[in-house]
């Protein structure tokens, strides 16, 4: 781990109240942890350390400035995105489809400071028939192209929303069809826990705990394998598991993890969680696996947020690239996640005739 690395570590876990001391800095290393805060959607967080360091550390008037101002831009954006969720919520509503907001704004309020996260788009399961969901899609946007487990409805604002009729999924089809069912099997209690936003926000239906354990490690496996994955999702675990869960909680999370595919990521991700952000073993779900963990946090720290900053992607312009970039990802990934790497032409080729089918 690089030094810069090092110090963000340090200033995330004094930042969420797993370090007592906070990190001592020069400017030239605060603008370099800032960089790593950007590049992994943390800056918001990481402010609230340095809003507590002021009270107790000498800093710099440009740090401060530097930092508090992004505080203000991070809960303006919060704000927006608060009302734009009731406001698709409500209008999925209307068309009589029952809907619950995926991650977003309903981690956000796991969070001590609900308006620190900073937000990415609008994820929002809607339960019904698959094909009037993608007809509505194309009505909003005519230009939407639906996937496996989504389609891109009309932005509100500068904001994406994505409307999913299937939460997640897994390469493998056994395992999927398992996830899949599941799914269904939830989708009502989901859509009827509702919660209130800050400041007056108005009301949105967000998953349960319960439902977010299973759910959330199903969307971090997804972007591991295919896009990257970045430590935002896994501050939001960290949130989520923070809030508790009882031994018979954990042994049947335990089996519905195995079921699905998804105990081998949860071990690594269980690892990143202790070592890298300081949580305790009572907040574990599963056992530590530090090999599949170690290669976990080396490639959220290559890669960034999403995927985004990985220079091993920065030639992928043609789909032909493209293609062998995910070839190459799954043969680094195989001895990690074995299952889901195997599984990911078949499941390739299964998108490719379903997406001919609901063209």
Known sequence: MTPTAEKFFALLRYSIGEQQEPPTMRDDEWEAVNVMAAEQSLTGVLCQGVI???????????????????????????????????????????????????????????????????????????????PSIIKLGKKTNPEAQPMYHHIDFAPIGDIPVEVHYRPAFMNSLIRNSRLQRWFSEQAEEQCAHQVELPDGAGSIPVPTDAFNRIYQMAHISKHILHEGIGLRQILDYYYLLKRGFSREERLHDELLLRNFGLYDVATAVMYVLKEALGASEDMLLVPVDERRGRFLLNEMLLAGNFGHFDHRLANSHSQFSKNMQRLKRDWRFLSYFPSECLWEPVFRWYHFFWRLRHH
């Open 52 to 130: 507590k360091m002021s009270a107790v550390a000498s800093l710099s008037d440009e740090v401060r400035l530097t930092w508090f101002l992004q505080t203000e831009q991070i809960a303006d954006a919060n704000k927006r995105m608060n009302a734009a969720s009731v406001k698709v919520a409500k209008r999925l509503q209307k068309d009589g489809y029952d809907c619950c907001v995926l991650k977003g704004q309903g981690n956000a309020l796991m969070y001590p400071n609900p308006l620190a996260r900073i937000p990415g788009d609008i994820d929002i399961w809607t339960v019904g028939d698959i």
